[in-house]
């Protein structure tokens, strides 16, 4: 049950949450320049980018094929899966995942043209920039999953597959990262005949973004509570 807000606590449970997508859209445009590979999440929708044509005619409209659309693209038929699974259960509230999809694409282009083509070339360079970007990663996604409001398309698929199946969330979550990660790099091996954006990097981060998760959300957590919620505990918000 979601917790009970206050028409300005909504507003800024809602900047929160775009705020905290802006912190992981820099976290993907840090990974993608330090060349070892992005996060799990991000990897199919930057392999689609690198695979297709720059834009695609459809009539009139010329769309372009870059990471944010093609994220926007991706995350859009995650969620349509999650309805096909659901079906009835699918709650409406849901479809603003389309909203901040759809955000957080805008904000993939945003921030991959603030980053531009910064990269460090040593190796060692490469994987401070991974560390960083798994830092802005993890600060994000603690920042949107403390608004509690709705998850982003994959965690939803996860949810929904999860719930279906009785399978723990935790353990669908990594299930659907292997799939997804899996998919990108034959996409990468099928279309152009060597890996991109899948990389060591992917697994590290798949790896340590939770742990580095517990450690920001100690500070950011509380604050994230008082701010939103004016700090009622969750208990006494439903």
């Known amino acids: 049950m979601m917790r009970k807000s206050t028409p300005a606590q909504w507003v800024v449970r809602v900047l929160v949450y775009v705020l905290g997508l802006l912190f992981l859209a ?24 690198a695979v297709t044509p720059d834009s695609l005619q459809l009539g009139p409209i010329a769309l372009e094929l870059n990471p944010g659309n093609c994220v926007v693209i991706v995350f859009c038929s995650y969620i349509l899966l999650q309805i096909l699974i659901l079906r009835r259960q699918f709650k409406p509230i849901n479809l603003f995942q389309i909203v901040f999809s759809t955000i957080f694409g805008y904000f993939v282009n945003f921030t991959k043209d603030v980053v531009g083509d910064f990269a460090i070339p040593t190796y060692p360079g490469k994987l401070l920039m991974l560390a960083v970007s798994i830092v802005f990663i993890a600060v994000g996604v603690v920042l949107y999953i403390g608004v509690e409001l709705v998850p982003m398309p994959m965690e939803g698929l996860s949810l929904a597959i999860a719930d279906k199946t009785g399978v723990a969330f935790h353990n669908m979550k990594i299930v659907i990262d292997c799939v997804v990660v899996l998919t990108g790099a034959a996409l990468s091996f099928l279309c152009l005949r060597e890996l991109v954006y899948i990389r060591e990097g992917t697994i590290i981060t798949a790896i340590v973004t939770g742990k580095v998760m517990a450690v920001v959300k100690k500070p950011l957590s509380p604050l994230v509570e008082k701010v939103c919620f004016g700090g009622v505990p969750a208990e006494a918000g439903r």
């Open 26 to 49: 820099f976290g993907v445009a840090i990974s993608a320049n330090s060349d070892l590979g992005i996060s799990p999440v991000n990897s199919l929708p930057y392999v689609v980018s």
